[in-house]
């Protein structure tokens, strides 16, 4: 056989072996990513051991980044759980991107569209309805063409009228959400809204409605924000170990210059190339990103921890978020024990 023809036979079975060890690796790796743990009753109203006085911008709370995202194709997806099922194992923050579809609301991610809103709305107002020791934060930081925004805001106000934490007082934005109470937020959900900001403190679709409150962007230039999700995409593009080190410190850095709020600790990697995808960057950095939190309790910046912020979230990851408010001091001292025996 000539060496042509022999090439000719080596060249696809080495391609199709390469293929295979990636895709393995990529599988093994999209499996270290999830979190399947069964949610429990403790999971499902946490909320009611924490202190009426606690500042709900002091406590330690489960957030999932890119909700919605649930069945989209793998360079998008986030997340393997519904809103639902993520509120039912302990998750209390949602970054929620919305674009108006030809007249329909999608969650987006990317250039990838995704399921509708309605039906993620309905969800947190059934579970306001039957757990009403809890406290939803609703981040709204992506908006995508014209009447998004006006989309979603009359969805919030019909299903969520009389649930949603309103400023009805004297006090700027960002001074009541700084005083905020876990007690005054129960059964309510605070909504933040997103990127449509001109380069100023003013936000001309918020005046006026007080249920509605400033973020920040990405870089963290803007003034009177009440929440602070900073993310720079060549830190969250670090490798996993890196990442915690290096990136972390500079966001809660970051947060430490700002006028303070509520601060989301962002712990997700971002896939470099943007085809690989969240769920094999997450099987990388689960278990790093696990023990990072954990350890968090000791961290000379634990002052600061608020919102911890993970791709597809579940129970064991939520109650490792949850757990840490034991040492914050936001539990009620008359259910800490039962408390942190849930946690274990």
Not at 93 to 111: K, M
Not at 220 to 236: E, I, P, W
Request: glycine share 8%; aromatic share 10%.
């Amino acid at each position: 056989m000539s060496k042509k023809a022999k090439l000719a036979i080596i060249i696809p079975i080495v391609i199709v072996v390469a293929i295979g060890i990636v895709a393995g690796a990529m599988a093994g790796s999209a499996t270290r990513a999830y979190d399947n743990t069964e949610e429990t009753a403790f999971l499902s109203e946490w909320m009611k051991y924490l202190s009426d006085d606690a500042l709900l911008c002091e406590t330690v709370i489960p957030g999932a980044h890119d909700a919605g995202t649930v069945g989209m194709m793998w360079a998008a997806e986030t997340q393997n759980r519904t809103v639902a099922e993520m509120l039912a194992c302990g998750a209390r923050y949602f970054d929620l991107r919305v674009e108006n579809d030809g007249g329909n609301l999608v969650v987006f991610h990317g250039p990838i569209k995704g399921m509708s809103i309605l039906p993620i709305i309905d969800a947190i107002s059934e579970f306001l309805t039957n757990h009403p020791s809890e406290t939803l934060l609703l981040d709204f930081q992506h908006f995508e063409n014209d009447g998004s925004m006006e989309g979603v805001d009359s969805l919030l106000k019909e299903k969520l009228n009389g649930k949603l934490v309103v400023n009805d007082t004297d006090k700027s934005d960002l001074q009541f959400a700084k005083e905020l109470t876990v007690g005054a937020a129960r059964g309510k959900a605070m909504v933040f809204w997103g990127n449509y900001f001109k380069n100023t403190s003013e936000c001309e679709y918020i005046n006026g409605r007080n249920y509605l409150f400033a973020r920040n962007n990405d870089a963290g230039t803007r003034t009177d924000s009440t929440l602070h999700s900073f993310y720079k995409g060549a830190l969250n593009r670090l490798a996993s170990k890196t990442y915690l080190k290096k990136a972390i410190p500079e966001y809660v850095e970051q947060f430490r210059q700002s006028d303070g709020g509520f601060f989301v600790m962002q712990m997700q990697l971002t896939d470099p190339i943007a085809i690989i995808g969240p769920k094999f960057y997450e099987g990388t950095h689960n278990k790093n990103a696990s023990s990072f939190v954990k350890s968090l309790k000791d961290k000379e910046y634990f002052d600061v921890v608020n919102i911890v912020m993970r791709d597809y979230i579940g129970a064991e990851k939520c109650k490792e978020i949850i757990a840490l408010n034991e040492y914050k001091g936001t539990v009620k001292s008359s259910m800490s024990d039962e408390f942190a025996s849930k946690c274990a």
